[in-house]
């Protein structure tokens, strides 16, 4: 390589490690602010509303999430700055690299390999796993979810592990690389609303529009109730001693859809047994819909 063409080369490769260190930046601050005012825009961490009999830290579970993520993505920002180091000096050595012995360059390589491959290859797929997660949408500080029939808030995301503030208080903690692999019904993906309906079974010889008539009030009486739309109610099977009921209704919180679901079953059996209606069971279904215009 001719010594002008070097220059040239340092010259490319040096602007270009420039811009990389600086999008790099640029990119994280943005991502970090935008997930900070996104906390900041919640009320609480709570799946369900209740409050801890000690409130007395003085510092709040949204106050602690900020400072997660500005933690979380400053780390995410040193690692990423000293690949981009690396990989620039790399760049910058590679003409010089034929006055490096081969025996030393493989010598070097083989320790890293096996360093990297077998002792360190735990942590690394747990960071690279928190790094995806932490720009990935599909999980938020803040969202409500449920993973493996566990349902709660996800309280922290780090390079290591996520947790998710269960509904009574207690803490699930997964590991980053088994995260990345989980399914997760994420209840606030797109927007807060969901759509919660109670599943039923009546006997056959009760009267259908009163059944109707109960059900449909049960919804309209809750206060989690959101009124946008009027509650739908559906014989969804005929089974060999019952009819299957469905009724359904809107709310825009995961915290009031636990509300509302409560509110719904608990006045639909006082009404039953004030009427004499011969129930069979119970069940409720939380998960999200569209909501109609």
């Not at 900020?66 to 003409?95: C, H, Q, Y």
């Not at 079953?265 to 109609?292: C, N, Y």
Request: glycine share 4%; with cysteine.
């Amino acid at each position: 390589m001719t010594p002008k063409i070097l220059v040239i080369y340092l010259s490319i490769v040096s602007l270009i490690g420039l811009f990389a260190i600086w999008w790099a930046k640029s990119t994280l601050i943005k991502i970090k602010s935008n997930r900070s005012k996104r906390i900041r825009k919640l009320d609480s961490f709570d799946s369900i509303e209740t409050s801890a009999p000690d409130d007395s830290s003085g510092f709040s579970e949204i106050d602690a999430a900020v400072g997660n993520i500005e933690n979380r993505f400053s780390i995410i920002g040193k690692i990423t700055i000293f690949l981009i180091v690396t990989i620039w000096a790399i760049a910058l050595a590679f003409p010089f690299l034929n006055s490096i012995p081969a025996a030393l360059i493989s010598t070097l390589v083989a320790i890293s390999s096996v360093v990297l491959g077998i002792a360190a290859r735990p942590l690394i797929e747990n960071i690279i796993a928190g790094v995806v997660i932490s720009f990935s949408k599909a999980i938020r500080v803040g969202d409500t979810v449920v993973i493996d029939e566990h349902y709660g808030t996800v309280e922290d995301i780090s390079l290591n592990h996520t947790i998710i503030k269960l509904w009574n208080w207690k803490r699930l903690i997964i590991p980053s690389s088994k995260m990345l692999s989980k399914e997760v019904l994420n209840l606030t993906y797109h927007d807060s609303y969901i759509w919660v309906h109670i599943a039923f079974y009546v006997s056959y010889d009760t009267n259908l529009d009163q059944v109707k008539q109960i059900a449909i009030e049960s919804v309209q009486k809750s206060d989690n109730f959101l009124s946008k739309e009027m509650p739908g109610f559906w014989v969804m099977e005929m089974e060999k001693d019952a009819y299957q009921c469905w009724i359904a209704g809107w709310t825009n919180s995961a915290t009031k859809a636990w509300n509302l679901a409560s509110d719904i079953r608990t006045g639909i059996a006082m009404q039953f047994q004030s009427e004499g209606i011969r129930a069979h069971s119970f069940g409720v279904d939380i998960s999200p819909h569209p909501l109609k215009p």
